[in-house]
């Protein structure tokens, strides 16, 4: 996956096409994020985010996208994982998960 991936305006048609398939079903009733990538690239640091959007009919859509990541967080993180600093040692952003429900009017 290109680091610059959410940079790139040309993928506008993707957007819309995954948009189209995370309303299928009904609409959106939740959103859970499945797995938070490790920072990645050294000027503009991004993460990969996969997450499942679950439907009214129970059908999940999953995705996976690039977001930014702020530059004194990415590099934070790294210099402590090369101190091995007992908090940072522990989290790893590969084992989060949470799950978001959407409320309905």
């Known amino acids: 996956m290109s680091r610059l ?3 790139n305006p040309f993928l506008v048609r993707r957007a819309v096409r995954d948009a189209r398939r ?3 079903g009904g609409g959106p009733t939740a959103v859970r ?3 938070i990538g490790r920072p990645q690239g050294i000027f503009l640091p991004s993460s990969q985010i996969d997450f499942e959007v679950i ?3 129970e059908s ?3 995705f996976t ?3 930014p990541v702020p530059w004194p967080y990415a590099w934070g993180y790294r210099v402590a994982r090369v101190l091995r600093l007992p908090l940072v ?3 790893d952003p590969e084992r989060v998960r949470f799950k978001l429900p959407i ?3």
Do not use: E, W
Request: avoid cysteine; proline fraction near 8%.
């Open 5 to 7: 991936r959410y940079l």
């Open 22 to 24: 995370a309303f299928s």
């Open 33 to 35: 994020v499945v797995r």
């Open 55 to 57: 439907a009214r009919d």
């Open 60 to 62: 999940t859509n999953r």
């Open 65 to 67: 996208t690039a977001v």
């Open 89 to 91: 040692r522990r989290l």
């Open 103 to 105: 409320p309905r009017p």
